[in-house]
């Protein structure tokens, strides 16, 4: 029988984590966590699917928070990988980009890039890669009876003078990070993140992956910050409506994204998934984080 991992972290970001719960869908069932800077020494078979940010160096400091260790790419031989919505950070590229970890992505390939600058960086070497944009985009939209609060997320506090007086009398401030080490409840508190998203009327953030999930549940969000700039945004930042800071077009009744754009990515995303994982495709996925009201 099939034995799946789900990716865990060394880190602060609840973003990581929300990005295992969008994998996590797709599971029959999790029977082990491997450590996304660690993915050697598995001892036995596991199908994983390797989306999100790649990657940090491993441990080797005094804390958990210096990863002074090196880079462990590629992964163990029994890690069967679903190479999906993977980012390259800059710092990692040249690790990416050795002869051994060329062999290892063409040949289990092609990549499904989370950004456009990732897809132009497994293309100069050859490397077989497409734009799928992130998995959180597949949460399912389990629309709220109703949608009540503002949420500040992130939001640097130089730019809430910025927002409309309306919202900042409304918002509520929200941190996505947590240094609970703990996975699983880690796990539940990115659960809980996400439904507190799911009901918001409007969320202003700085985080890719409040923002991504956003657009999913079809919460009206707001990102701040010079993403445009911003590798990690290449080829997602048209999804967000363009609203300006003085409040003259925040009107949430008239919120719209790029749906048909946005569900043709979802659904791409979906059955590249079903496909490498070899699962038959359902019309919803089973197994939702996000159902709580």
């Known amino acids: ?35 996304r800077d660690s993915l050697k020494d598995v001892s036995e078979s596991l199908m994983v699917i ?5 990657m940090h ?9 210096e990863k002074r260790g090196p880079y462990v790419w590629p992964p163990d031989a029994n890690i069967t990988p679903v190479l999906v919505s993977m980012h390259v950070a800059e710092e990692a ?3 990416m980009a050795s002869e051994e ?5 063409r040949r289990h390939g092609p990549v499904g890039c989370r950004d456009e600058a990732t897809r132009t960086f497994f293309k100069s070497h050859n490397v077989p890669a497409y734009f799928s944009g992130c998995l959180t985009l597949t949460f399912p939209r389990n629309e709220p009876t109703s949608r009540k609060g503002m949420l500040f997320v992130d939001v640097p506090s130089r730019r809430i003078p910025d927002c409309p007086a309306f919202v900042r009398s409304a918002a509520t401030k929200v941190v996505h990070s947590s240094r609970e080490p703990d996975i699983l409840k880690r796990l539940e508190l990115a659960e809980e993140r996400l439904a507190m998203y799911q009901r918001a009327e409007l969320v202003v953030t700085s985080r890719l992956h409040c923002a991504i999930p956003c657009l999913a549940l079809g919460t009206p969000v707001k990102i701040v910050g010079d993403v445009a700039k911003d590798a990690r945004w290449s080829g997602m930042v048209e999804w967000f409506p363009k609203w300006s800071f003085d409040g003259s077009d ?3 009744n008239k919120w719209r994204s790029h749906e048909n754009r946005l569900m043709a990515v979802r659904e791409r995303l979906v059955t590249a998934c079903h496909e490498r994982l070899g699962i038959v495709a359902k019309d919803t ?6 159902t709580r009201t």
């Open 57 to 65: 160096r491993s441990e080797g400091g005094r804390s958990w928070r």
């Open 50 to 54: 390797l989306n999100g940010w790649w």
């Open 285 to 290: 996925q089973e197994k939702t984080v996000v």
């Open 101 to 105: 970890s060329l062999r290892y992505l």
């Open 1 to 35: 029988m099939t034995r799946y991992g789900l990716l865990s972290y060394h880190n602060l970001n609840l973003g990581d984590e929300i990005q295992s719960l969008a994998a996590r869908q797709f599971l029959p069932h999790v029977d082990q966590y491997v450590n």
């Open 250 to 252: 925040w009107q949430l």
């Open 93 to 95: 590229k040249a690790v």
